[in-house]
């Protein structure tokens, strides 16, 4: 497969391998909910590559939908670039603004998104779907990164959508009225789950006991010339009527096809044989409740986001933000009733307001985990939300009107646990915290902090491991800890599992480590993934 190459690549193409787990801490009076939690609809302000890595211990391979709509890379968007990425020319990039006179935004560009959706990529669910919003500025350099992080195999298509009504001529004398979406599945045959079926027309006028049904035409597209064997006359045995083909066009099918529907009773046969010709049955209970989609939205215009954010807020608080149309299409074509949807680059806070009115219209329960960066995150983002919970009065849609209900919780970054500099620190993470680090290492699953048992050092389980911490946040208690034959000897009767036990060195050889069925793990030096 062709790559893309630009500067800066070598040094972020493992860069979120390297990006430490940053605690989470939950802020209540920013909050909508009783109980503030990781498992609530969640508001994240930070930077969101630091964010997503925090969200991996308990959203890892959960997340059902994605949709991200990144800086266009325009030259107008007051972007920096904010990974402090050990190379010196990244260095200099650190917190500048990229112009459009930046000969390096698209490498700039590129390196702050690489890292980005290969965390995404690890969040979404193995039947998930992500979704990236962009203009023309970048869309050929998207769709090979895309390419090359998600693979080319899980491309789902190229939406093309419509985004304003005004004429655009600007440099190039060609308005520019649309922008696109590109659409990736998480795995290859991946795909979306398609727009609802109208069944209004679906009827039972001649009362069959197989129930409601809609009709197709049979005639077809081909010329006796093209296709002699879908020209042939179609005979009505009850009655004895004779319907001959288009000239044009003939049957959609053959004369063994008509004989199968025929035997099966799938044929409307016209009231008025010489103004009618068959048609094929098609029942309501062999009809799918979506209708599988490879393109959408070519009746949808965007540029209704203003007004709607503007109703909520009662001014004008952000450039451009996505209208609640188009992403509700997108939560809709890709998003069942308990999805997760991760949107890692907010903005106004339009897709938490699409889940919850989704919900409230069909009585969902999807979940939404939005990060923003910007200092707006509270004042605009989270704002937003609480308005659309509780009620908009002046809003022109009833529902918005009384409020769509719902709750969410309101984390900021804390401090990074960084195991590499454990020993170090002045401030050593508590146990729990790093217990949470080290069991999504070590098995790429959720931390439950409820199986968590200090005492016994430990702290969760897979279907193939035990796993076991000895810890505290005592410098001089780490410098004489290990894992001795007291230790494991101490440790319960293994239930058919392996036990993984992180300590800072062990006073066992391998043959006794075999013995009690345990794969060893040095801290701080060797925390590492040992998925089954």
Not at 211 to 237: C, M, Q, S
Not at 305 to 312: F, K, N, P
């Amino acid at each position: 497969m062709a790559s893309l190459h630009f500067k800066g690549k070598a040094f972020v193409q493992n860069y979120h391998l390297t990006v430490p787990y940053h605690e989470l801490i939950p802020v209540k009076k920013k909050s909508v909910t009783a109980e503030v939690s990781l498992h609530d609809n969640l508001i994240v302000q930070g930077d969101n590559l630091k964010a997503l890595k925090a969200l991996l211990p308990t959203y890892a391979g959960k997340v059902k939908c994605i949709y991200i709509d990144p800086p266009y890379n325009t030259g107008n968007e007051h972007w920096r670039y904010n990974d402090s990425v050990n190379s010196p020319m990244m260095q200099e990039w650190f917190e500048k603004e990229v112009t459009a006179d930046d000969l390096t935004r698209h490498d700039k560009w590129l390196c702050m998104l690489m890292p980005r959706l290969k965390l995404l990529r690890e969040l979404l669910h193995e039947d998930g779907v992500l979704f990236v919003s962009i203009d023309d500025n970048e869309s050929h350099r998207l769709r090979c990164i895309l390419d090359e992080v998600f693979g080319e195999e899980c491309f789902l298509g190229e939406v093309c959508w419509k985004t304003r009504n005004t004429d655009n001529r600007v440099k190039t004398y060609i308005s520019r009225d649309q922008e696109y979406v590109f659409v990736y599945a998480r795995k290859p045959g991946g795909s979306l789950r398609g727009r609802i079926i109208d069944r209004t027309a679906f009827q039972n006028a001649d009362n069959d006991k197989r129930g409601p049904y809609v009709t197709d035409p049979l005639t077809g597209k081909a010329t006796r010339k093209e296709r002699p064997n879908l020209h042939f006359k179609i005979i009505n045995e009850k009655t004895g009527d004779v319907y001959d083909p288009d000239p044009s066009r003939g049957w959609i099918t053959d004369s063994d096809g008509i004989e199968s529907l025929k035997a099966q009773e799938k044929i409307w046969w016209p009231p008025n044989p010489k103004t009618g010709k068959p048609r094929k049955k098609r029942f309501l209970f062999e009809t799918a409740e979506r209708m599988p989609v490879s393109t959408f939205w070519s009746d949808l215009k965007g540029q209704s986001g203003a007004d709607e954010l503007d109703q909520i807020m009662g001014s004008r608080k952000f450039s451009f933000p996505k209208s609640l149309e188009v992403v509700s299409r997108i939560l809709d074509y890709s998003a069942d009733k308990n999805a997760i949807i991760l949107d890692s680059f907010a903005g106004s806070g339009t897709t938490a307001h699409a889940v919850l009115a989704l919900n409230k219209a069909d009585g969902g329960n999807r979940k939404f985990i939005l990060v923003e960066c910007e200092d707006y995150a509270d004042s605009l983002t989270a704002e937003r939300v609480r308005r659309v919970i509780k009620g908009v009065p002046k809003a022109s849609d009833e529902a918005l009107k009384k409020g769509l209900g719902g709750t969410f919780s309101y984390f900021e970054l804390g401090q990074a646990v960084d195991v590499t500099r454990l020993f170090d620190r002045k401030k050593l993470p508590a146990y729990a915290e790093l217990a949470k680090y080290v069991f999504f290492t070590a098995t790429g699953r959720e931390f439950d902090a409820k199986k968590l048992d200090e005492k016994r050092w430990f702290i969760g389980e897979t279907g193939e491991h035990e796993v076991y911490l000895l810890y505290k946040p005592d410098l001089a208690w780490l410098k004489g800890a290990a894992l001795t034959l007291e230790a494991a000897q101490a440790l319960p009767k293994p239930k058919g599992k392996r036990r993984m036990f992180f300590a800072p060195t062990k006073y066992l050889d391998q043959d006794h480590l075999d013995l009690f069925k345990i794969d060893f793990a040095q801290l701080p030096f060797e925390i590492y993934r040992m998925q089954g």
